[in-house]
């Protein structure tokens, strides 16, 4: 019978022998023959007319005198994936004595139950090799689905929008690690990626403002701790997890699965976006009054909007795993790597040039003014607006294949504890929880260790503006590496690569020169940020690519933001932590002026008669203010990088890449949850 990949699978009554079966399945034989017993056990196709028995396979003698020879075999070309060949029902002439096949086709197999299952099957994946990366793994379970003869597999195969008998389907893939192009995807696989890149777009508008631009302007009024607690607004990226299976489970039949939450959750990021931007000015300045105390308030607004971005992204990566065809699922890391990109890339580089006066004084304006061409109320107000049209064209243009499946939150929430309790899940947890330790601080800190030494923000907005085209083509070409070779290796060999980028971007900050920022010295931050996004970008896709890959698609958003988040908080958790210490470590002293200034009024604060602690930002903006001089004898920045660089080289050669090679070497089966009666 052939399937969505163009292997045949002969039904038993006409069963070949033994020797050629391999022959007829290259990719799915193995040793044990797991696969083409169950699904044989399950297609028994006879003659309604005639009354056979099928018996177990005890006498081929006494099979042959019962039952009568079989026509030609009958080959149904059925586009779907083998999961739901595999839960096809037996039919109605050997519904009673069906044959019930085990792991050994010796042995019986046990009844199975209804409910959802969370054990995972050992063994090789089905092919020669039992290597992930020789052929993706075909066979898909869900939960809800592990009976045999219950009537929802009949309706999970014949209700899904893309049932088809009469097509032919489409040839066998050769092999998943090939190298192709986008020009070279088909048209329909084509405009889904620009879809899922237009949705990923949309997330890094705001998430590029809270990590990027919004630190940055709040930099000349809050230290590096209270930034620090500003930094828990993008947690809900890192805490998605807890309500993920309830955006795979609840959704509504007209709207489609995952236009459900998209519509709705755009709608409200649009909204938000547009209140805030007509109170952000002075909310950001409630945020600096009273030694920061304003802060945490400050920071639920943003944590609501995240939490908003969070959601959505929950129902965009379940829907990357269906819009984009199986051969080419690896372009879902690349969509998500260039529209986040992208997005970010506005919320942050564009925006802080065009918020910069200097910069607006030099290129746009003949009068000079104290305000930039662009506002963060205005641009917030913009966003907030653009959110909303893409929605109503997403809800007008954008039809999603229909399906009568739908599971209780409870069972997706069943799901999600049976694939913590996989050995291999856990094992990429610990990885993802201790590898992003060593680049910490270099990306916490080092930009605004920069801007603190006299590096301008129109300086900075130009190197990340000149490092976007390189960040959006070297995505593209990491989402072509991790296809053409194993996505694990390439991401042990992007970590050392950004671990060596943490000790250049400190040696670059240790080399400010003295008489400001000079031709040599912006080139060479420029250069220093190239590469510290190039490696990003790579680890990125990488381990993007490889969540794509060993995820499930039944449950593929809960499987996909399980990974997704675990990763994300492997770099949250931390930079909490590192502001804190960058503070802790640093040591410095506010000295009053040898000669006060004889017109007391030109200071902006009271007059500095003693000296005093100015670590933190408010001290030192009260000094500067008094006319004091802040003199810092020790920068707590270069003790925490040197701390985190040094963890990561520890961790990364005595647990991280041992780990991860191990991790990549699996077969897909190690990664799926299957009944319980074929552990």
């Given at each position: 019978?052939?399937?969505?990949?163009?292997?045949?699978?002969?039904?038993?009554?006409?069963?070949?022998?033994?020797?050629?079966?391999?022959?007829?399945?290259?990719?799915?034989?193995?040793?044990?023959?797991?696969?083409?017993?169950?699904?044989?056990?399950?297609?028994?196709?006879?003659?309604?007319?005639?009354?056979?028995?099928?018996?177990?396979?005890?006498?081929?003698?006494?099979?042959?005198?019962?039952?009568?020879?079989?026509?030609?075999?009958?080959?149904?070309?059925?586009?779907?994936?083998?999961?739901?060949?595999?839960?096809?029902?037996?039919?109605?002439?050997?519904?009673?004595?069906?044959?019930?096949?085990?792991?050994?086709?010796?042995?019986?197999?046990?009844?199975?139950?209804?409910?959802?299952?969370?054990?995972?099957?050992?063994?090789?994946?089905?092919?020669?090799?039992?290597?992930?990366?020789?052929?993706?793994?075909?066979?898909?379970?869900?939960?809800?689905?592990?009976?045999?003869?219950?009537?929802?597999?009949?309706?999970?195969?014949?209700?899904?929008?893309?049932?088809?008998?009469?097509?032919?389907?489409?040839?066998?893939?050769?092999?998943?690690?090939?190298?192709?192009?986008?020009?070279?995807?088909?048209?329909?696989?084509?405009?889904?990626?620009?879809?899922?890149?237009?949705?990923?777009?949309?997330?890094?508008?705001?998430?590029?403002?809270?990590?990027?631009?919004?630190?940055?302007?709040?930099?000349?009024?809050?230290?590096?701790?209270?930034?620090?607690?500003?930094?828990?607004?993008?947690?809900?990226?890192?805490?998605?997890?807890?309500?993920?299976?309830?955006?795979?489970?609840?959704?509504?039949?007209?709207?489609?699965?995952?236009?459900?939450?998209?519509?709705?959750?755009?709608?409200?990021?649009?909204?938000?976006?547009?209140?805030?931007?007509?109170?952000?000015?002075?909310?950001?300045?409630?945020?600096?009054?009273?030694?920061?105390?304003?802060?945490?308030?400050?920071?639920?607004?943003?944590?609501?909007?995240?939490?908003?971005?969070?959601?959505?992204?929950?129902?965009?990566?379940?829907?990357?795993?269906?819009?984009?065809?199986?051969?080419?699922?690896?372009?879902?890391?690349?969509?998500?790597?260039?529209?986040?990109?992208?997005?970010?890339?506005?919320?942050?580089?564009?925006?802080?040039?065009?918020?910069?006066?200097?910069?607006?004084?030099?290129?746009?304006?003949?009068?000079?003014?104290?305000?930039?061409?662009?506002?963060?109320?205005?641009?917030?107000?913009?966003?907030?607006?653009?959110?909303?049209?893409?929605?109503?064209?997403?809800?007008?243009?954008?039809?999603?294949?229909?399906?009568?499946?739908?599971?209780?939150?409870?069972?997706?929430?069943?799901?999600?504890?049976?694939?913590?309790?996989?050995?291999?899940?856990?094992?990429?947890?610990?990885?993802?929880?201790?590898?992003?330790?060593?680049?910490?601080?270099?990306?916490?800190?080092?930009?605004?260790?920069?801007?603190?030494?006299?590096?301008?923000?129109?300086?900075?907005?130009?190197?990340?503006?000149?490092?976007?085209?390189?960040?959006?083509?070297?995505?593209?070409?990491?989402?072509?590496?991790?296809?053409?070779?194993?996505?694990?290796?390439?991401?042990?060999?992007?970590?050392?690569?950004?671990?060596?980028?943490?000790?250049?971007?400190?040696?670059?900050?240790?080399?400010?020169?003295?008489?400001?920022?000079?031709?040599?010295?912006?080139?060479?931050?420029?250069?220093?940020?190239?590469?510290?996004?190039?490696?990003?970008?790579?680890?990125?896709?990488?381990?993007?690519?490889?969540?794509?890959?060993?995820?499930?698609?039944?449950?593929?958003?809960?499987?996909?933001?399980?990974?997704?988040?675990?990763?994300?908080?492997?770099?949250?958790?931390p930079r909490f932590f590192i502001l804190k210490l960058v503070d802790y470590f640093t040591l410095a002293t506010c000295h009053p002026p040898t000669e006060p200034p004889k017109d007391l009024s030109t200071l902006k604060g009271d007059l500095i008669t003693t000296p005093f602690s100015c670590a933190l930002e408010a001290?030192?903006?009260?000094?500067?203010?008094?006319?004091?001089?802040?003199d810092i004898y020790r920068d707590g920045y270069y003790i925490t990088n040197v701390i985190c660089v040094v963890i990561g080289v520890v961790t990364f050669w005595g647990y991280i890449r041992p780990a991860a090679m191990k991790l990549q070497g699996l077969p897909l089966r190690a990664w799926r949850l299957v009944g319980?009666?074929?552990?």
């Amino acid at each position: 019978m052939p399937t969505a990949f163009g292997d045949t699978f002969i039904p038993n009554s006409a069963r070949p022998p033994p020797e050629q079966e391999n022959a007829l399945l290259p990719y799915h034989s193995s040793s044990q023959g797991t696969e083409l017993q169950e699904l044989q056990n399950l297609l028994h196709l006879t003659e309604p007319t005639q009354d056979h028995t099928l018996l177990a396979h005890t006498s081929q003698t006494e099979s042959s005198d019962r039952i009568k020879p079989k026509p030609p075999p009958l080959q149904l070309d059925i586009h779907h994936n083998c999961a739901e060949i595999e839960n096809l029902p037996p039919s109605p002439a050997s519904s009673s004595n069906s044959l019930q096949m085990g792991r050994n086709s010796e042995k019986p197999r046990r009844q199975q139950s209804d409910r959802p299952s969370s054990t995972f099957a050992r063994g090789q994946n089905g092919h020669a090799s039992g290597s992930m990366d020789s052929h993706l793994e075909l066979r898909r379970k869900h939960p809800s689905l592990d009976s045999p003869t219950s009537a929802s597999q009949t309706a999970h195969l014949i209700g899904r929008e893309d049932f088809s008998l009469d097509e032919k389907p489409p040839l066998t893939p050769t092999s998943s690690n090939t190298d192709t192009s986008f020009f070279d995807l088909p048209r329909q696989d084509r405009r889904n990626f620009l879809l899922l890149v237009l949705l990923y777009f949309l997330q890094g508008i705001p998430m590029g403002l809270a990590t990027g631009s919004v630190p940055f302007l709040l930099k000349s009024h809050l230290s590096y701790g209270q930034i620090g607690v500003f930094s828990l607004a993008s947690y809900p990226y890192s805490l998605k997890l807890l309500w993920s299976p309830i955006v795979d489970a609840v959704w509504s039949p007209r709207l489609g699965r995952r236009k459900s939450w998209i519509l709705p959750i755009q709608t409200c990021s649009g909204l938000g976006m547009i209140y805030l931007g007509g109170r952000i000015k002075d909310m950001m300045v409630s945020a600096g009054a009273n030694d920061g105390s304003g802060v945490w308030s400050f920071t639920g607004w943003w944590f609501f909007l995240v939490f908003l971005c969070a959601t959505q992204d929950i129902a965009v990566d379940g829907w990357a795993l269906t819009l984009l065809s199986l051969p080419n699922i690896s372009y879902a890391s690349t969509a998500q790597t260039v529209g986040l990109t992208a997005g970010h890339f506005l919320s942050y580089t564009v925006f802080l040039a065009f918020n910069s006066p200097d910069f607006a004084n030099r290129w746009f304006r003949s009068t000079p003014s104290e305000v930039g061409v662009m506002t963060l109320s205005g641009y917030l107000t913009f966003a907030g607006w653009a959110y909303l049209i893409v929605t109503a064209g997403l809800a007008m243009l954008k039809r999603e294949e229909k399906t009568k499946e739908k599971d209780s939150v409870m069972e997706v929430y069943r799901s999600m504890f049976g694939i913590l309790k996989l050995k291999n899940v856990q094992s990429i947890i610990i990885v993802h929880l201790i590898a992003k330790i060593g680049f910490q601080a270099n990306d916490a800190v080092t930009n605004l260790k920069l801007l603190d030494k006299g590096f301008s923000q129109e300086d900075l907005a130009l190197t990340v503006l000149i490092d976007f085209p390189f960040e959006i083509s070297l995505g593209y070409y990491a989402g072509r590496w991790s296809t053409a070779y194993p996505a694990m290796h390439v991401w042990c060999w992007a970590f050392i690569g950004r671990l060596i980028a943490a000790v250049i971007a400190q040696g670059v900050v240790m080399i400010f020169p003295k008489d400001g920022v000079q031709t040599w010295y912006l080139l060479t931050v420029i250069m220093s940020h190239i590469f510290s996004t190039f490696t990003n970008t790579v680890m990125f896709v990488a381990i993007s690519a490889f969540h794509a890959k060993i995820s499930d698609p039944l449950i593929g958003g809960t499987y996909m933001t399980l990974l997704a988040t675990v990763s994300n908080l492997g770099g949250t958790f931390p930079r909490f932590f590192i502001l804190k210490l960058v503070d802790y470590f640093t040591l410095a002293t506010c000295h009053p002026p040898t000669e006060p200034p004889k017109d007391l009024s030109t200071l902006k604060g009271d007059l500095i008669t003693t000296p005093f602690s100015c670590a933190l930002e408010a001290q030192k903006h009260r000094c500067l203010d008094g006319a004091g001089s802040c003199d810092i004898y020790r920068d707590g920045y270069y003790i925490t990088n040197v701390i985190c660089v040094v963890i990561g080289v520890v961790t990364f050669w005595g647990y991280i890449r041992p780990a991860a090679m191990k991790l990549q070497g699996l077969p897909l089966r190690a990664w799926r949850l299957v009944g319980p009666d074929e552990t």
